[in-house]
């Protein structure tokens, strides 16, 4: 190279450099994405998904073919030395009517399917199956069953093959409701019922997510969906419905630390004045339901696995672990923290 222009790669370069690209591209649709709606698992999340697919292919034969004709256009009638300039037109009957009626139709296409699938899905349930109320809280979710007597956080159950049938309230902002394989979304606004409902199809650990920006930790109010075998699910339920024994009424081998835990919950540590516990004192209304906090996977809307030292984390310092989330920092030690942590745990 003797001119100083940089000499330009190779086109073999270039293509192996594009192909390298496109596999780098392509690895990242190779992940498991649990938080997929391209992985149906529902009645509902199905015809969503089908929705989906049939307007997608819409899209795509028009890509191809308005692509398709600018490519060829540009590609035909570039400039060529030597070349005559192109004729110029103006206007084509023919092609003004051709543009006007096929997108007009491709509309209809796709407008029939939705609406029909909107009506469908907005539409009544099926069958009520399971009931359940969902309360979105800043920055956790609240899950009622009123025909069980359940109340229980961030972790729903339903059994497989049942609709259920779910009402979706704010306790504050807006949140929105959204496990995408399985339940379409839906807003929750405060002053007014929302409604949705799905039949999950296959057992299952299904991940969700708030999906209306509710303030600082939103991204942090995520939830989980148990499809459970009808006997796990008429198990849960049954445990879950029922209350824990009064306090000061210790079952005859407990264990110190969780004597000396649940002493501290109902005094010292103030837990109750947020915090409900069916069956005792422990009526608070503005934190999740503990009554049976020890089964549950996950605390603080999925955000930390259900174990002693994260719960004695949690309890030690909520603010550190959630930003800006109602629960207050009690000011216990480390010791009083992990007695309070066991002391949850028994609770199953
Ligand atoms: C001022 C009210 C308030 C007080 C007092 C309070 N909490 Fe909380 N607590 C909350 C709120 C609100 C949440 C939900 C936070 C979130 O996930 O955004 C919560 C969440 C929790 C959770 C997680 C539950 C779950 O299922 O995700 C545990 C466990 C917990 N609190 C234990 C305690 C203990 C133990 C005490 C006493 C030391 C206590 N809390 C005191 C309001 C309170
Ligand atoms: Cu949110």
């Avoid at 692509?67 to 060829?72: K, N, P, V």
């Avoid at 007014?192 to 109010?221: I, K």
């Avoid at 989980?224 to 005859?252: H, I, K, N, T, Y």
Wanted: negative net charge; charged residues 20%.
């Amino acid at each position: 190279m003797t001119d100083g222009r940089p000499r330009l790669p190779g086109r073999r370069r270039q293509l192996a450099f594009a192909a390298l690209a496109l596999a780098a591209l392509f690895v990242a649709c190779g992940g498991d994405f649990p938080q997929s709606s391209l992985r149906p698992q529902s009645d509902v999340a199905r015809e969503i998904d089908s929705l989906f697919r049939g307007i997608f292919w819409w899209a795509m034969g028009v890509l191809v073919v308005v692509e398709g004709a600018l490519l060829f256009t540009v590609f035909r009638y570039r400039e060529r030395p030597g070349a005559a300039r192109p004729k110029a037109v103006h206007g084509n009957t023919v092609l003004e009517i051709g543009w006007t009626i096929a997108p007009a139709v491709i509309l209809i296409f796709i407008g029939v399917p939705t609406m029909l699938t909107l009506w469908r899905i907005d539409g009544p349930p099926p069958s009520s199956d399971v009931r359940v109320e969902v309360v979105g809280h800043q920055w956790w979710w609240e899950f009622r069953y009123p025909d069980l007597g359940i109340t229980t956080a961030n972790e729903l159950h339903l059994p497989v093959g049942k609709t259920a049938d779910v009402r979706l309230r704010s306790g504050d902002v807006l949140h929105s409701f959204w496990f995408p394989r399985v339940s379409g979304k839906r807003d929750l606004v405060p002053g007014r019922e929302n409604s949705l409902w799905f039949t999950p199809d296959s057992v299952g650990v299904y991940p969700g997510q708030c999906a209306e920006f509710c303030g600082t930790s939103h991204a942090l109010m995520g939830m989980r969906l148990f499809v459970d075998s009808p006997e796990d699910f008429e198990a849960w339920a049954a445990r879950q419905a029922s209350p824990q024994e009064a306090e000061g009424d210790p079952a005859p081998a407990e264990d110190p630390m969780v004597t000396a835990g649940r002493e501290i919950f109902f005094g010292a540590g103030g837990c109750i004045s947020c915090h409900a516990i069916r069956g005792t004192v422990a009526a608070g209304v503005i934190g999740p339901d503990l009554t049976h906090v020890g089964s549950r996977s996950t605390i603080a809307a999925g955000l930390l696995e259900n174990t002693p030292e994260n719960l004695a984390k949690w309890i030690m310092d909520p603010q550190e672990v959630k930003p800006g989330n109602l629960m207050l920092d009690m000011g216990l030690n480390d010791e009083q923290a992990g007695q309070v942590a066991a002391y949850l745990l028994s609770l199953e």
